[in-house]
């Protein structure tokens, strides 16, 4: 491979994408007895993951180089890397092993950093939450257990040599951010619009590589938890108040309620 | 008593008010020390002193403001290692997330993000996170310590009690080897003459507006009322409006007086973010959308015809 050496001169990257495997976020999702997610139902590839598949898929076009993705989850999730595959990555890593489920956002921290570490990434880009969780904690621990710095909330992202610059979103506008690969970044769901792939994608990704391994593969342990599940009840739910179709006294009744709440 | 830190958030020399929410259930769980880093530390200490703390570790180094995440995340496990707290609150905020999310993989320790609530039990802390969007409500036990909880803003009101927190100089040279994702420029885009999250009256909007070039007649709206406009995810991904106009799981989290959702579905995703509204209306073509179940009043017709004629209705009603 001439990847490593052609690297040094800062024209090749090779990048991982994390990527999940998620409830169809347009079926309704249904708990297990041990407040897990049922996954026997429809799972698609996380749209925000295919995002950061893009972006790896952009870069690598500019730069040269190589896009992995790396995954967590039950060996089904390999058609999640599938997908990504056929949009265009070039290899999987598929992290499986019956004692990761129900695995936290530390313990699936630990297990991606053990499975990415070997690969050495310019970049690891990450979605900022998952569809289903939406905690948002792995990327930040991961770049921790990396020893990467990360650069967060990327909605634009440039790299120039060793150099990475992001846009990232903040509540009233964007920070323009800096740092030198190796680097982690969490891409929104607005950075790029994900390719579909095509008919030629699809058959590539059939021979594509997709590695498994399993938590001794990765000399990691489960160990204990850092929080548990209690319970799990409906939220309390705001009761309908009167639905009126608009027959022209649609304004006066709004501003009845604007009254009433004091507003106008 | 619980030792109980809150992390109380700093940026652009400014206290966040998240940090002042967080006070109000923190000193209710135990013995309060906050820690501010940054830009104006030592002056938010006695603000956080009003609210309860007893002690205030400061550090006004510049890296905590230029750099994201491991400065601060440098201090925490330094005082950490120092304090042995029994709890640590985060606000539910992309800077606060950075850091929890670095500190907790430091310590080796779990954590608990987009808790509603926090509680103590049985020597313990227990969370209450909403799930798939808040339909569900999960009690997550802390079984480390330090438990770690990051609480969704607005879910506490802020409140003083009185009080002087001690000041402390938290001394830490920050490495090299934190100074990496530097911000080198802050760009504001959102113009906004009220602020989205301290809005009385927000007025959202979703794909029903049919193009960002109906966004205006909301403006119009919100600027009778003296509102703010906010936006569902569908059309800040779709580019119609920027992303500080969100509402929602992944955007702002909103409690007005009064919140109208305008051709906005109602989807669990932008619902968590504004069901704690005290008055919600909601005006969608389709009556059976999902948020004229949760609104108290539900109009069913053209939004675009109703947002002028209520606009030119409010306008009329203040002369």
């Given at each position: 491979m001439t990847l490593s050496r052609r690297r040094d001169n800062g024209c090749l990257v090779k990048i991982v994408v994390t990527v999940k495997q998620v409830p169809d976020p347009n079926s309704a999702t249904i708990l297990e007895s041990d407040y897990?997610?049922?996954?026997?139902?429809?799972?698609?590839?996380d749209p925000g993951d295919e995002c950061g598949i893009e972006e790896g898929l952009q870069l690598k076009e500019a730069h040269g180089g190589e896009v992995i993705l790396v995954s967590m989850g039950p060996e089904r999730a390999k058609d999640a890397i599938r997908k990504g595959l056929s949009m265009g990555a070039d290899r999987g890593v598929l992290i499986t092993?019956?004692?990761?489920?129900?695995?936290d956002a530390l313990l699936t921290a630990r297990a991606l950093a053990a499975a990415i570490?070997?690969?050495?990434?310019d970049l690891v880009i990450c979605g900022t939450?998952?569809?289903?969780?939406?905690?948002?904690?792995?990327p930040p621990m991961l770049a921790e257990l990396l020893g990467l710095p990360q650069l967060t909330i990327a909605k634009k992202v440039e790299v120039d040599g060793s150099n990475i610059k992001v846009h990232r979103q903040t509540a009233d506008g964007y920070q323009v951010v800096e740092a030198s690969t190796p680097a982690l970044i969490t891409v929104t769901a607005g950075i790029a619009e994900p390719r579909y792939a095509s008919l030629k994608g699809i058959m590539a990704a059939r021979s594509k590589e997709i590695k498994q391994l399993g938590l001794a593969d990765l000399g990691v342990e489960r160990g204990e938890p850092g929080e548990t599940i209690e319970g799990v009840a409906d939220a309390e739910a705001r009761k309908a108040g009167a639905i009126i179709q608009d027959d022209g006294t649609a304004v006066d009744r709004i501003l009845q309620v604007l009254t009433q709440a004091k507003v106008v | 008593m619980a030792k109980v830190w809150v992390y109380a958030e700093m940026s652009g020399g400014r206290l966040q008010s998240t940090a002042l929410e967080l006070m109000a259930r923190a000193r209710e769980l135990g013995e309060v020390d906050a820690i501010a880093l940054g830009a104006g530390a030592r002056a938010a200490a006695a603000t956080l002193g009003k609210h309860g703390a007893k002690a205030v570790h400061v550090n006004e180094d510049t890296a905590f403001d230029d750099f994201i995440a491991e400065p601060a995340a440098d201090a925490l496990a330094a005082l950490h290692d120092q304090q042995q707290p029994d709890l640590i609150l985060f606000a539910f905020t992309p800077d606060s997330r950075d850091v929890a999310g670095r500190l907790a993989a430091r310590l080796g320790k779990g954590l608990i993000s987009n808790a509603g609530d926090v509680h103590a039990k049985d020597g313990s802390f227990v969370a209450t996170v909403p799930y798939f969007g808040g339909a569900k409500v999960a009690s997550m036990h802390?079984?480390?310590?330090?438990a770690i909880v990051l609480v969704r803003p607005k879910s506490f009101e802020a409140s003083e009690t009185g009080g002087t927190a001690e000041v402390k100089d938290l001394a830490l040279t920050i490495g090299d080897g934190s100074k990496?994702?530097?911000?080198?420029e802050r760009v504001a885009e959102a113009s906004e003459k009220v602020k989205l999250e301290d809005a009385k009256v927000v007025i959202s909007g979703g794909r029903?507006?049919?193009?960002?070039?109906?966004f205006p007649l909301l403006e119009a709206l919100a600027t009778a009322l003296g509102g703010a406009v906010g936006a569902s995810r569908a059309v800040v991904d779709a580019g119609?409006?920027?992303?500080?106009m969100q509402v929602g799981q992944t955007g702002k989290s909103v409690r007005p007086g009064v919140y109208i959702a305008v051709?906005?579905?109602?989807a669990m995703q932008h619902t968590v973010?504004?069901?704690?509204?005290k008055v919600i209306i909601a005006i969608n073509k389709?009556?059976?959308?999902?948020?004229m179940k949760m609104a108290d009043l539900g109009v069913v017709g053209d939004a675009l015809k109703i947002v002028p004629a209520l606009t030119a209705a409010v306008q009329a009603k203040k002369m």
């Open positions: 897990t997610i049922a996954r026997d139902r429809e799972v698609v590839l092993d019956v004692q990761l489920a129900g695995a570490k070997p690969e050495q990434p939450e998952s569809y289903d969780g939406s905690t948002g904690m792995v | 802390a079984d480390g310590k330090p990496r994702a530097k911000i080198v029903g507006m049919g193009g960002p070039d109906n119609w409006v920027p992303y500080s051709g906005i579905s109602g973010g504004m069901k704690a509204s389709d009556a059976e959308a999902p948020i």
